[in-house]
């Protein structure tokens, strides 16, 4: 965008707003024909040399092989484990377990849900739904699969007993966007016994609708939907705290804006329908350079903590397994993908968020490190899951696998 | 149409029928070439130059015409059986074929200085280089066909070609269909 080159340096928030008034001024600039699309990750991306060098990273299609993953480069505290729990699952991504043991893994660049199944003592992968848009969400219930694509849920009825001849996925719900801007879902079942449904601010930083930027839920059958929460930007991971029944979520924020901030958030939803802040406030207390105008962050609900800059937090479960040593119970551990939009990238971990007893972060501690390598992903966490045995597990979209990181004397996943 | 056709029924017969044989990958490749051009530069029309390409983009698409994530028959067919090293193996080969060369004519200065304007409002140097030669999973597209950037660019607004994720398709959110031409007449004289 020419016009910016003329703005004096001090003028410009690290440039971040400045394509808002190109967007403005496109009618009249005749070297600017078109403003951004909407949904562009460029919106709002400053014009300068390093700027120009960070784009969006895509996972590689396949699947590393088990002796390829980098499990020699991965470290967990003294005293932790982490071993391969199956490989081979181009793009897994969100985890669920089954009543039966199964683990279910969506995935997102690819049409595929795997399955992770326990047979005459060994672990296999199977392909149980295939022909699937962006099936990055799943989610288990009283024998039934949920399976969020990018705009519609569906459902597999008694699924582990039909592992190796599976039905097609029945559609309960589809009332929702169609925007390829975070459109993918994470969905969860919560203590109400609904199913939570989040969309996508449809772009990095823009005003949208009242469909979108929001969780919503809806019943089992996908009928009675109500907004939850609003001023979400893009949640990729919630679960309920197991004292106070109330719903944690991770929110990534936006692009573009500095290389240091905003921070993600962790957000807790006290009440229905409270407001998170997005696009107008960031992190709780940086009112949006574009959108903040005429507001004030007080208007919003802060997060509960801070994730750390574009460190893209996922997926997040309270630990309340028995197997990890008592400081874990009841925290939150929450997977960091890991940024791209900064130089000196963040995140690529697995961390877990101490909470004070108001519910609010006391502190960030890293379980799970080494994904970033010489600013280079040698993998990306996405979801964590608990285990029945107190372990846990952890996806990785780079590398089409899930690791079990487990406490205490190393033995082997339950075969 | 019918000698593209029968020339692709061929290329893709005898891939299968190679594919057991011991043959080197420049081998293999000849069956490429049929379509692609020899030299990385496509002749045949629709149809695009390979030379140059990003190797982890032509990776990908490699993968998705084999997992028929993107639909184009016979590139369908012909990745059908090809394993995980074979997908590596020719999008490691694409990128060392020399990059494609510059139409003769310099273009004509009003569509170029358009599509110049278009390109920078859209930002695709943002991921695809000031120079349009693409990074890791982003594609060269410097001096690519005019008909094929044409097509893609059309699919992808579309959304009838999905991409890896999402992002073509929310840039062509606002790139109106009587853009494309501009744009992909400056891409492919770009130099």
Redesign the interface.
């Known amino acids: ?2 016009i910016n080159s003329s703005v004096p340096r001090s003028l410009l928030l690290a440039g971040a707003f400045i394509s808002v008034f190109s967007y403005g001024a ?1 009618a009249q600039t ?13 919106i709002g ?1 400053p014009d300068n040399e390093a ?2 060098k ?5 996972a ?3 699947a590393a092989a088990p002796d390829k993953l980098p499990m020699d480069k991965l470290k967990v505290p003294a005293g932790f484990n982490l071993e391969v729990y199956a490989a081979g699952m181009p793009n897994a991504r969100s985890l669920a377990l089954g009543d039966k043991g199964t683990v279910f893994v969506g995935s ?4 595929k849900v795997y399955a992770i199944v326990n047979k005459d003592g060994k672990r296999e992968v199977k392909i149980i739904a295939s022909g699937l ?1 962006r099936p990055n969400g799943v989610a288990f219930k009283d024998g039934t699969l949920y399976i969020a694509e990018l705009s519609k849920i569906s459902k597999i009825e008694k699924i582990e007993d039909n592992l190796d001849n599976p039905p097609k996925p029945t559609v309960i719900y589809d009332n929702l966007p169609k ?3 975070h ?1 993918w879902k994470f969905i969860a079942i919560g203590p109400d016994n609904k199913l939570y449904v989040p969309v996508g601010q449809p ?1 990095n930083n823009v005003l949208h609708d009242k469909d979108h930027g929001q969780i919503r839920r809806i019943n089992l059958d996908g009928s009675g939907a109500e907004v939850v929460a609003v001023g979400v930007r893009n949640t990729v991971g919630f679960d309920w705290n197991p004292e106070t029944k109330q719903l944690y979520f991770t929110d990534n924020s936006r692009d573009w804006m500095s290389e240091d901030l905003p921070n993600d958030e962790l957000n807790r939803v006290t009440k229905v329908g409270e407001h998170f802040g997005s696009p107008y406030c960031w992190q709780g207390n940086i009112p949006d350079p574009e959108f903040g105008w005429g507001h004030s962050c007080s208007e919003f609900t802060p997060p509960v903590g801070l994730m750390g800059p574009h460190a893209a937090s996922l997926g997040i479960r309270f630990y309340t397994g028995k197997m990890f040593p008592a400081s874990y119970k009841n925290q939150a551990i929450i997977a960091r993908h890991g940024s791209w939009n900064k130089t000196n990238k963040f995140g690529g971990d697995v961390v877990v968020a101490h909470l004070n007893k108001d519910g609010t972060v006391k502190n960030i501690e890293p379980i799970v490190t080494g994904f970033l390598q010489d600013n280079k992903y040698v993998g990306r966490p996405v979801d964590v899951m608990l285990m029945k045995d107190g372990s846990m597990l952890i996806s990785d979209d780079w590398n089409g696998a899930v690791y079990r990181l487990s406490y205490g004397k190393a033995k082997v996943a339950a075969q | 149409m019918r000698i593209t056709t029968i020339t692709m029924a061929l290329a893709v017969a005898s891939l299968i029928s190679s594919a057991n044989a011991a043959e080197t990958i420049e081998q293999r490749a000849v069956t490429c070439f049929a379509c692609h051009g020899e030299h990385g530069q496509s002749e045949m029309e629709n149809t695009p130059s390979l030379g140059g390409q990003q190797a982890p983009y032509a990776l990908i698409q490699l993968f998705m015409f084999r997992e028929k994530l993107r639909t184009f028959e016979p590139m369908n067919d012909m990745t059908k059986a090809f394993t995980d090293d074979d997908l590596q193996k020719f999008s490691d080969f694409i990128a060392k074929l020399p990059k494609p060369q510059p139409p003769v004519d310099v273009g004509d200065p009003a569509r170029m200085q358009r599509g110049l304007a278009l390109a920078q409002a859209n930002r695709c140097n943002s991921c695809h280089n000031a120079d349009f030669s693409g990074k890791e999973n982003v594609p060269r597209l410097a001096n690519q066909r005019e008909d094929y950037l044409n097509k893609t660019l059309a699919e992808y607004k579309d959304n009838s070609r999905h991409g890896y994720d999402g992002t073509m398709a929310d840039v062509m959110g606002s790139v109106t269909k009587e853009q494309i031409p501009d744009l992909a007449y400056y891409i492919s004289h770009y130099r």
């Open positions: 965008m020419r496109a005749p070297a600017s024909p078109q403003p951004l699309p909407p949904g562009s990750p460029m991306r700027a120009q960070l784009a969006p990273v895509a590689p299609p396949i997102r660049t690819v049409d848009y925007d390829e801007a459109g772009g």
